[in-house]
């Protein structure tokens, strides 16, 4: 019943914030989060809080040449270092990617952020583990011109993280325009290791995103997107498209994350090399593991390192290789009739406007309203939008062929240290399942569906709700299991009515007979705020099972490396998947959700409470 009004609500509250409703300027929303405000945001310093390091950081919108032509309206961030060490903050020259946040474990730190755009911002320290007021909650969203201020220890691991929007309903939007950053923290023990170093360390964020014909940004979350999530036609490695580099003939680290919105890549050398993974969200491995391809989900950082000491003089790609049977039956059916949009509008068209707040321009979906041509402005009018059929219909395909980098082989390395891959790399303590305070009853993170829009254990997102199963006591560790909810039509029933009406038919007539749960089952990268977990099964979808295909799991499954600390993790469709995580340390709110950015900005996210 609450539930039902819940619904209800949110979609009054889309109707009234039209487009974006980035700024304040949505009557709606400064109502809903005072209604919830929670807890106490930081405004201020705190006195007795004694920073090693103090960052300024500052977003803003700005311009990036990215494409010959006219340059790029972005939304980017900026930093400066106002106190102690000055290689903390290190700026990338040439791209809107934020500058690197370089820690050390047990360091304090303080960032002061300074919103300068006209919209609604806050920013999560993706992986990091710190206190619920330095998480980057969306119910301590700043308004412009405001600040926040961020306090916490460096507790993680040596290892590669991110900064990006936490902003209710908007993260993908402003992720996309350009507001996401590296974090690299460092200890001792890492220090040890004798991996590439310097130049040999290399950052590769990929992203994927769509320009105009003047080469500015393109984005939609109505329709398609709403369920698929962004998809673009062009892939860019830090920030730049077709992303070429001259590498020396010796080994390299590179720190793979991908920050895109939605896209899932299938990593492979050109030249057939396989590929060996030293280290994953938390850091490095215990010892480097090689698999033919790697599967690399939104959110997810990869460590790898390759050794170009036999390519002498030679191109080699790093591509992302075709597979299949991820996504939902509706789309492996686009591709496979080669892309023709007139299906798939038919079948996700209706009713699917309510899970994006574009949606909201007084059309309720449907092939009429998203193939119109009207205008809808991104952040403060700096991003377009060809309307979500349009969009979707330029994209790279999700499971295509294509190739993400190029390095040619034509430097002389400058030193020849750590050249060779170490057979062991750094200890890493393993969590079992005699840790967990609940070992015979995982606690649920149930996939599921109401209608089109996806749902954590049953719930959309509410800024301070958690259910008793999504309550913990700190300082206990949980053995929680990530599945595929079944039967749909259960739950459509519950609040199917007027417009949906029409288009549940019509998907069943081209589902022939499938459950909405089958019509939508598809892979979601699910990521847990708070500490790391670690993964201790998964368990693939039944062959001939409601969910997922069995041929499109070979395509993907030796690309999965459960192997060290994770925060996120792809949960590919009708896969179980076990895990065991510790609530330590912090009490509050801690949120969890898909990072595919459409599907969290369509509430796939709910909160831990951790008391
Ligand atoms: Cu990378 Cu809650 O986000
Ligand atoms: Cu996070
Ligand atoms: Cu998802």
Redesign the pocket.
């Known amino acids: 019943m609450s539930e039902k009004i819940d619904l209800k609500r949110r979609r009054l509250l889309q109707a009234a914030s039209a487009g974006m409703a980035l700024a304040a300027a949505g009557p709606a929303f400064p109502i809903i989060l005072k209604r919830q405000s929670f807890g106490r945001p930081k405004r201020e310093a705190t006195a007795t809080f004694f920073p090693d390091v103090e960052i300024e950081l500052v977003a803003a919108p700005g311009k990036v040449q990215i494409l010959p032509g006219p340059a790029t309206r972005v939304w980017r961030y900026t930093a400066r270092v106002v106190k102690g060490d000055p290689d903390a903050v290190i700026p990338i020259p040439d791209t809107y990617l934020g500058p690197i946040l370089k820690f050390r474990k047990g360091q304090r730190v303080r960032i002061t952020l300074h919103n300068r755009l006209p919209a609604k911002f806050i920013t ?1 320290w ?1 992986g990091m583990h710190v206190p619920f007021e330095a998480d980057g909650h969306p119910s301590y969203a700043i308004d412009p011109e405001e600040t926040y201020v961020y306090e916490f220890t460096v507790e993680n691991r040596a290892g590669t993280y ?1 900064y ?1 929007p ?1 902003t209710n309903m908007v993260t993908g939007a402003q992720a996309y325009s350009g507001l996401a950053g590296l974090i690299l923290v460092e200890d001792d023990e890492e220090n040890e290791v004798p991996l590439p170093r310097g130049e040999y360390d290399l950052p590769l964020v990929l992203q994927d995103r769509t320009f105009d014909e003047t080469n500015q940004l393109l984005y939609d979350r109505r329709g398609p997107i709403a369920m698929l999530g962004f998809l673009g036609e062009k892939i860019l490695v830090n920030g730049h498209p077709d992303f070429t580099l001259n590498v020396a003939s010796r080994s390299y680290r590179f720190r793979v994350l991908n920050g895109s919105n939605s896209r899932i890549y299938k990593l492979a050398w050109s030249d057939g090399d396989s590929i060996t993974v030293i280290g994953t969200d938390g850091g490095l491995l215990e010892r480097p593991v090689t698999r033919p391809y790697l599967m690399i989900g939104p ?1 997810e950082r990869y460590e790898l390192w390759r050794d170009f000491s036999k390519s002498k003089g030679k191109e080699v790609r790093l591509e992302s290789q075709e597979y299949h049977g991820i996504m939902p039956p509706l789309y492996e059916r686009f591709r496979r009739s080669g892309g023709s949009m007139m299906g798939m509008g038919g079948m996700m068209g209706g009713g699917m406007g309510r899970g994006g707040r574009m949606g909201s321009m007084g059309q309720r979906g449907g092939m009429g309203g998203m193939m119109g041509t009207q205008t809808i402005s991104g952040p403060e009018g700096m991003m377009g939008t060809i309307g979500p059929m349009m969009l979707m219909a330029r994209h790279i395909p999700q499971g295509s062929h294509f190739t993400i980098a190029r390095f040619r082989v034509t430097e002389k390395p400058r030193t020849l240290d750590n050249q060779e891959l170490p057979a062991k790399l750094r200890p890493l303590p393993q969590l079992s399942l005699d840790d967990v305070v609940n070992p015979d009853k995982p606690r649920p993170i149930a996939i599921g569906n109401h209608g089109r829009q996806f749902t954590l254990n049953g719930q959309a997102f509410s800024m301070t709700g958690a259910l008793p199963i999504e309550t913990f006591p700190v300082n206990t560790i949980h053995l929680m299991e990530i599945f595929h909810e079944h039967g749909g039509m259960e739950m459509e029933g519950e609040h199917g009515g007027e417009s949906e009406h029409g288009s549940r038919q019509s998907m069943q007539g081209m589902g022939g007979g499938m459950s909405m749960a089958m019509m939508m089952a598809m892979v979601h990268p699910i ?1 847990l ?1 708070g500490h790391y977990f670690q993964i201790v099964r998964r368990t693939p979808p039944e062959a001939g099972g409601m969910h997922g295909s069995s041929e499109g799991y070979e395509t993907v499954k030796d690309g999965l490396v459960d192997e060290g600390y994770q925060d ?1 993790v792809l949960a590919m469709a009708g896969e179980r998947i076990q895990l065991i995580k510790p609530f330590d340390k912090y009490k509050g709110l801690f ?1 969890y ?1 898909c ?1 595919n950015l459409e599907h ?1 900005d369509g509430e796939m996210m709910r909160n831990f409470k951790v008391v």
């Open positions: 999560h993706h991110w990006h936490h959110g990521h705020h996120t949120l959700h990072h969290e």
